[in-house]
């Protein structure tokens, strides 16, 4: 992510899946902090996959960090 421009496209893609319920780019170190509302931290692990898939299906590279 090199701009506002790309921080939308990632944003627009995690919100598109239903599965976030709020989403923070910080482009200086190149993150993004997604919230999950879920039952349990399992729950929101299984989410990863598909937050992940959206962010590569927008164009960027993407892995999770805890």
Sequence with gaps: MMCEGC???????????????????????????VSVPCESQMDGLAAMPKLVDAVKGAGFDAEPEF
């Design 7 to 33: 921080a939308s496209s990632v944003a627009e893609a995690l919100e598109a899946t239903g599965a976030v319920s709020g989403v923070e780019v910080d482009l200086e170190s190149k993150l993004v902090t």
